[in-house]
């Protein structure tokens, strides 16, 4: 079935036409142009800023002129993830979807539907002549997977709306409130390179893949593996049997997604060679046993490469295994009072070594700055060899239960499903807070159809709760007064 016939078609139609178009975060001066020329031709007054944030303005349909203006914001970029056997080029290609029963999927790569389904909803809304609703301002950043420096680069005279209505939400039974802040952490640090004999050396390429990965924020309580984690404890085991030396290791592209891929470079002594299939098949089965409840389909192989000398000396070699084996991964702390709302965490998301260089990367969360700034100091102790950088630091957003809006979305949302929704905050950063620090008296709220997987090529998104979704956005804006 095409995408573009499925209900609601205007909903599936603009997610198809922005789902041709390559968005990744830092990368979207084609999405910037498109909606741009979407707006103009719809005769609506139409904005882009410096950053490439794009505002558009719909005036409220008759008897509702001068109701609440809404803002409708979603962002425009993208996570970029495929599998390894993939040769999908997101830079050139436009996502191949299917639908299976009830939910649309990619072909081997991330969908998009975080957050294309909430930004085609956006401009299902202001491309409508049936609607009912009240003034619009449509906002559209950029850059929210990587930075949020689309969010963070508004000011107070862009958007006269009272009421902001966030898209960007993956559950279709739970209205947000709140969520945590965050912020990048940079570690780059340069070692002497060690030159061994190559007669006395064969050079390994481990190759880890399978891994399930997922959301560093929605995802994280699942304790699902990482890959750097895995890659590393694989070469302490490597290490401590086999005198094994590192050469190189890559793995991760986004502090926001778990790493589910990667690989590293080992050099192995050729008197230890005989042994080493056992052994490491013996690691392998170590691994894949730890992680069978969370990444069945976990595979680490090894073949031979060609030869390299340099490879770390062993002291960096060991203060890189101690490090990664000693820094805080996943769940810190749980919010207290509040069943199965994590508080703090942290994702281990990248690893660059080779050429004389270290570079990792980490995304920590918190609702406490405190807490948030305890789990950084932990980072920077850990790797005392190397340079610690804090990057992009965002505000979490604070709920306000007592908020009219919510009053108001809680009612709409009973009269459509008769059941409440769920209220709740969330430990995956919004932009909210961020648009909150610059409109503190704008009223707030967050909500989206379900959505599995996401920042992942398992991303899909649920049929009957777009369906579900759409309605609901119905219901509300004819309601705000």
């Known amino acids: 079935m095409k995408i573009t016939a499925l209900e609601p078609k205007v909903i599936w139609q603009h997610f198809d036409a922005i789902n041709a178009i390559p968005r990744a975060s830092n990368r979207e001066e084609q999405i910037i142009d498109y909606m741009i020329s979407f707006g103009k031709s719809l005769g609506l007054k139409t904005f882009v800023d410096a950053t490439g944030n794009v505002i558009i303005k719909k005036p409220g349909t008759h008897g509702k002129e001068d109701h609440k203006t809404v803002v409708l914001q979603g962002h425009l970029d993208m996570v970029h993830q495929k599998e390894v056997t993939s040769n999908f080029d997101f830079a050139t290609e436009g996502i ?118 997922g959301h560093s924020g929605v995802d994280i309580h699942l304790n699902r593996a990482n890959a750097i984690l895995v890659l590393v404890e694989c070469l302490k085991e490597l290490t401590s049997k086999f005198d094994c030396r590192l050469h190189s290791m890559n793995v991760g592209t986004l502090t926001n997604v778990i790493p589910r891929n990667g690989t590293m470079v080992i050099a192995i002594r050729e008197d230890k060679l005989s042994a080493l299939p056992h052994g490491f098949q013996s690691i392998q089965s170590k691994l894949q046993k730890k992680y069978e409840g969370t990444d069945p389909k976990l595979s680490i192989t090894s073949e031979v490469t060609e030869n390299a000398t340099g490879v770390l000396d062993v002291q960096t070699q060991k203060s890189v295994i101690d490090a990664i084996l000693n820094l805080p991964n996943g769940v810190f702390s749980w919010t207290q009072g509040v069943e199965g709302l994590v508080q703090t965490s942290n994702n281990i998301a990248i690893a660059k070594i080779g050429e004389g260089q270290v570079f990792f990367a980490c995304h920590s969360r918190s609702s406490v700055d405190s807490e948030r700034d305890m789990l950084v100091k932990l980072i920077r102790d850990s790797f005392s060899f190397a340079k610690v950088n804090e990057v992009g630091p965002y505000p979490g957003w604070e709920p306000k239960p007592d908020s009219p809006l919510l009053e108001i979305a809680q009612k709409c949302y009973e009269e459509i499903n008769e059941f409440p929704p769920k209220v709740e905050s969330i430990h995956a950063g919004l932009e909210c807070g961020i648009i909150a620090g610059v409109y503190p008296k704008m009223q707030m709220i967050s909500f989206g159809p379900n959505i599995l997987g996401a920042h992942s090529p398992e991303e899909r998104v649920q049929l009957s709760s777009v369906q579900k979704f759409w309605k609901f956005l119905n219901k509300l804006l004819q309601t705000i007064e």
């Not at 649309?104 to 956006?122: F, M, P, Q, R, S």
């Not at 049936?130 to 949020?148: Q, S």
């Open 96 to 213: 191949q979807m299917y639908v299976d029963g009830d939910w649309v999927k990619a072909k081997e790569t991330t969908l998009g539907a975080d957050n294309g389904i909430g930004v085609a909803a956006i401009m299902s809304v202001l491309s409508s002549k049936d609607m009912e609703h009240p003034p619009v301002e449509a906002l559209f950043t950029i850059d929210e997977e990587k930075g949020m420096t689309g969010a963070m680069a508004l000011t107070k005279n862009q958007l006269t709306g009272e009421i902001l209505l966030n898209l960007d939400s993956e559950e279709d039974d739970i209205i947000t409130i709140g969520c945590a802040g965050g912020v990048d952490v940079e570690i780059k640090g340069s070692y002497d390179i060690k030159l061994l004999d190559a007669k006395e050396y064969e050079l390994f390429e481990i190759q880890l893949n399978g891994l399930t990965g």
